[in-house]
C-alpha cells in the first residue's frame, strides 16, 4: 500500500476542493429534464415553448390559431423577407388524435401566392416526416429549409374571375279588363341606367411548346456561362446556389452626369429565371438608392429587354453602364433628326378663309418627298463628337453654303442635347457638378492608386513668386471651395513691393477617368512650386473617405499608405509628378487683369529636366542635387542656403531632388535611382588594392610594397 500523496491530504483538508468546478446542489433542486411525452398536457407544454421562442400570440389554453412572426437572421438570406408572418393552427385534440396535426398559413401580402403555397406545403411534409418532433422543432427545420423552399419552382395557382355582367330583365305587362276601360292617364318613360361594360378576361397565358422550352434552356445556358467566364474574376462577382441570382460589377460610363445617390453604386443584383428567355431577366439595385431612381433604372431595364428581346445579358450589362445616367432621371434616347428630315418638315394646312384654289397646292404638300437616306450620309461610327471648350467660341459670321449650316445645325443639336441631359443629371443631384476651366489647372498625371476610389485635396500649400518683383511667398492652408461652387481668393500684399497679389483654388475630384486636381485663379502672381499637401482618399471598398488629417504632407514622388477606418482596407496612393497649365489670362477672377506669363516665371524644377546649374551653389561647387529639409519641408540646395533664406536653423534632410533630372526620391548617398546619375566623382587610387586600384608603378604610392616588387630580378629572357 503506498501512502496518499500530497494533493489527497490536501483534498481531505480542505472539503472545498472538489466543489470548485462542480459544486454540491441540494437533492431538493434537482429536477428532471422537461419532456413533452411525459407531461400531463403536451399540447400546452409545446406551445408554451413556441411562445418563449417565436412571441405567439394567441390563447395557449382554449385557442387554436395563432400568429408568429419568423425573422431570418442569416446575413446571406438572399431573398428580400424582413419577417414572415405565419398563422399556426393546432387543432384542440392535438398530440391526443394522430389524424390531427399543425398547419400554417403565410400571411404576407408582398410573397407571389405561388411561393406562400410552397412554405404551406413544406411545411406539412415537415410533419409527414418528423412525426414525433414538437411544434418548435418543427418551426426550427422550416427555419433552415425556407432558402431551399423558396427557390424551388412557383406552385401552380388558380384565379377565379366572377361574372359580374348584369342580366337584363324585361318587364311583364299585366293586361286590364275589357269591360272598364282605364282612365286617361300620363305616359312615364322609365331611364335606366347603362349596364356597366363587362371587365376584361384576362389573356390566358400563351403556350409553350417543348421546342422552345429547350430553344430557352440552351440560350440561358450559353449566356450564363459567358457571364461567369467573363465576371468570375471580378471581386464583386457572386452567383447563388441555384443559380438564379448573380451579382455583378458595374461601371457608369458617365460617371460625372449621375446623381450623388448613384456615383457609390458599383455592382447591381441580375435576376435569371430558369425559364430565361421566356421570362425576360430583370436586376435589383441596392435599398441605399432611393427608391424613386431605383424603379426608374429598373423599369428602363426591363423596357429594354422587352424591346430588344435577342439582346444577351452581357450585352444588356454595357446597355446598362452606358445608358445609367440617362435611365436615372427618366430620359429616353432620342436620335438626333437632321435638318430637311422628314419629321422636321412642316406640312401648311389650308385656312378656311382661303378658296377652293389653295386645295390643290395643299394636296402637293402633303405628298411626301422623295427620301434621302441622310443616315448613311451621318453614319460615321468612328467619330466622336467632342464638345467645343468655351474659351474656342468665336463671335458668329454668316455663311453662304448650305452644307455649312446644316453642319452647324447638327453640331448646335448635338450640344444642346448634352447641355440638357448634363442639366437634367444636376437637378436630379440636386446641384451643378460642372467645374468652369479657367486660370491655372494643377493635375498630376501618372497616379496610381490602390484601392481608392477618389481623391481630393484637403489643404494645399503652394511657393508663389510676386509678378513685379520677383519675390517669393509661402502660401499654406489653402482649402479650396467645393466643384461647382464659386472660390474664395486669399488677398493680401507683397513684402516688397506692395503689389496687390490674390490666390483661391477650387478643387475637382480624381478618379480612375481624371487626373486633375483643380484650378487656381491667381492675380499678380505665379506658381513656382507645389509644396507637400494633404489628401483625403475615398476606401474603394466601402466608399468612406478618410478622416482628417487625411494623408499628410505628401510631396511628389512619394508613396504613402492608410488604412480605411470602416472596412481595414489598405489603401495606397503615389503621385509622380504635378503638372500646372495657364488656361486663361483671369480675366473672370473679379480681380485686378493678370499680366502675361514672362520666361522667367517658371517653376523651380521641372521632372525630366535640370535644375539650375545642375543643382550646385555657391557653397558646395560639387554637389549636383536639392535636399527637401524635415523642418519647414522645403528645398534649398544645401543647409546653408537654407539658413540664408529662412528665419530657423536646418534640420535633418531625408528626401533630395537629382539635379540631372529633377525627380524627387528618398536620400540615398550614391546616386539617383532614376538616371543612374552619381553623386561622387571617383577618385584616382595609388594603391593596387588587388587589382582594382591603379597598376602603374610610376603613379602608385611609395608605401605600396607592388611598388618596388621585381625590380632587381632578372627576367625570363635575361635568365
Not at 31 to 53: A, H, I, M, Y
Not at 119 to 131: C, Q, T
Not at 482 to 494: K, N, S, Y
Request: aromatic share 6%; proline share 9%; glycine share 6%.
Amino acid at each position: 500500500m503506498s501512502a496518499p500523496g500530497p494533493s489527497n491530504s490536501s483534498s481531505h483538508s480542505n472539503p472545498t476542493a472538489h466543489r470548485r468546478h462542480n459544486p454540491k446542489v441540494p437533492a431538493s433542486n434537482i429536477v428532471p429534464k422537461p419532456d413533452p411525452q411525459t407531461s400531463s398536457d403536451p399540447r400546452t407544454f409545446e406551445l408554451t415553448q413556441l411562445q418563449r421562442r417565436f412571441n405567439l400570440t394567441g390563447s395557449i389554453d382554449d385557442g387554436t390559431t395563432f400568429t408568429l412572426l419568423l425573422k431570418p437572421s442569416d446575413p446571406d438570406f438572399v431573398y428580400s423577407i424582413d419577417i414572415l408572418r405565419l398563422r399556426l393552427t393546432v387543432p384542440i385534440h392535438y398530440r391526443s388524435n394522430v389524424h390531427e396535426k399543425p398547419s400554417i398559413e403565410v400571411l404576407n401580402q408582398e410573397i407571389p401566392v405561388g411561393y406562400r403555397v410552397n412554405v404551406e406545403r413544406g411545411f406539412d411534409e415537415l410533419v409527414e416526416g418528423k412525426p414525433g418532433a414538437t411544434l418548435l422543432n418543427l418551426m426550427n427545420a422550416l427555419y433552415r429549409a425556407l432558402e431551399k423552399i423558396l427557390s424551388g419552382e412557383k406552385a401552380t395557382t388558380v384565379k377565379i374571375v366572377p361574372n359580374l355582367t348584369p342580366v337584363s330583365r324585361t318587364p311583364v305587362l299585366v293586361p286590364s279588363p275589357v269591360a272598364t276601360p282605364p282612365p286617361p292617364k300620363e305616359i312615364k318613360v322609365e331611364v335606366r341606367p347603362a349596364p356597366p361594360p363587362p371587365k376584361p378576361v384576362a389573356a390566358p397565358a400563351p403556350v409553350v411548346t417543348k421546342e422552345q422550352r429547350e430553344k430557352a434552356a440552351e440560350r440561358r445556358a450559353l449566356e450564363t456561362r459567358q457571364l461567369e467566364s467573363r465576371l468570375q474574376l471580378s471581386s464583386v462577382f457572386v452567383k447563388s446556389s441555384d443559380g438564379i441570382e448573380y451579382v455583378v460589377p458595374l461601371e457608369p460610363r458617365r460617371k460625372d452626369l449621375l446623381p450623388v445617390p448613384l456615383q457609390p453604386l458599383k455592382k447591381v443584383r441580375l435576376m435569371v429565371p430558369l425559364s430565361y428567355d421566356i421570362m425576360p431577366a430583370r436586376i435589383e439595385i441596392d435599398k441605399g438608392v432611393p427608391e424613386v431612381i431605383r424603379e426608374k433604372i429598373q423599369k428602363q431595364f426591363a423596357k429594354y429587354l422587352e424591346e430588344n428581346k435577342q439582346v444577351s445579358l452581357i450585352a444588356a450589362l454595357n446597355i446598362l453602364s452606358a445608358r445609367l445616367h440617362l435611365w436615372a432621371v427618366d430620359k429616353e434616347d432620342k436620335k438626333v433628326e437632321l435638318p430637311g428630315s422628314r419629321k422636321n418638315s412642316a406640312v401648311r394646312a389650308p385656312s378656311p378663309e382661303k378658296g377652293k384654289g389653295k386645295e390643290k397646292e395643299t394636296e402637293k404638300e402633303d405628298t411626301p418627298p422623295p427620301t434621302v437616306n441622310h443616315d448613311e450620309e451621318y453614319d460615321k461610327s468612328h467619330i466622336k463628337v467632342i464638345p467645343r471648350p468655351p474659351e474656342w467660341s468665336f463671335p458668329d459670321q454668316d455663311s453662304d453654303g448650305s452644307d455649312d449650316e446644316e453642319y452647324s445645325d447638327f453640331e448646335d443639336e448635338k450640344e444642346a442635347e448634352d447641355a440638357a441631359g448634363e442639366k437634367e443629371a444636376a437637378e436630379a443631384d440636386g446641384a451643378s457638378h460642372a467645374i468652369q476651366e479657367k486660370g491655372t489647372s494643377l493635375s498630376c498625371p501618372g497616379i496610381q492608386m490602390s484601392g481608392i476610389e477618389l481623391v481630393e485635396i484637403l489643404s494645399i500649400n503652394v511657393n508663389i513668386k510676386c509678378t513685379r518683383c520677383k519675390k517669393e511667398k509661402e502660401i499654406l492652408g489653402i482649402k479650396g471651395s467645393p466643384p461647382g461652387m464659386e472660390a474664395q481668393p486669399q488677398a493680401f500684399r507683397c513684402e516688397q513691393c506692395s503689389e496687390v497679389i490674390a490666390i483661391a483654388f477650387r478643387k475637382d475630384f480624381i478618379h480612375q477617368n481624371s487626373h486633375r486636381l483643380g484650378f487656381f485663379d491667381l492675380t499678380n502672381c505665379t506658381i513656382t512650386e507645389i509644396l507637400p499637401s494633404s489628401f483625403t482618399p475615398q476606401c474603394g471598398g466601402c466608399s468612406t473617405p478618410l478622416p482628417s488629417p487625411g494623408m499628410k504632407d505628401l510631396v511628389r514622388g512619394q508613396s504613402i499608405t492608410a488604412n480605411c477606418r470602416e472596412c481595414h482596407r489598405k489603401m495606397g496612393l503615389y503621385i509622380p509628378d504635378f503638372k500646372l497649365l495657364r488656361i486663361t489670362q483671369g480675366e473672370n477672377l473679379h480681380l485686378k487683369q493678370l499680366p502675361l506669363k514672362s520666361k522667367k516665371d517658371k517653376e523651380r524644377y521641372v521632372a525630366g529636366t535640370e535644375l539650375p546649374n545642375k543643382g550646385r551653389c555657391k557653397h558646395y561647387r560639387k554637389s549636383t542635387r536639392w535636399f527637401r529639409f524635415s523642418c519647414c519641408s522645403k528645398v534649398h540646395p544645401c543647409d546653408r542656403c537654407h539658413d540664408e533664406a529662412e528665419n530657423h536653423p536646418s534640420e535633418h534632410a531625408n528626401r533630395m531632388i537629382c539635379g540631372l533630372c529633377s525627380r524627387e526620391q528618398n536620400y540615398r548617398p550614391e546616386d539617383c535611382r532614376f538616371c543612374g546619375n552619381s553623386f561622387f566623382a571617383k577618385k584616382l587610387s595609388h594603391y593596387w588594392e588587388g587589382g582594382k586600384g591603379t597598376r602603374d608603378k610610376r603613379l602608385m604610392a611609395r608605401n605600396d610594397p607592388r611598388k618596388y616588387k621585381r625590380l632587381g630580378k632578372p627576367t625570363k629572357e635575361e635568365a
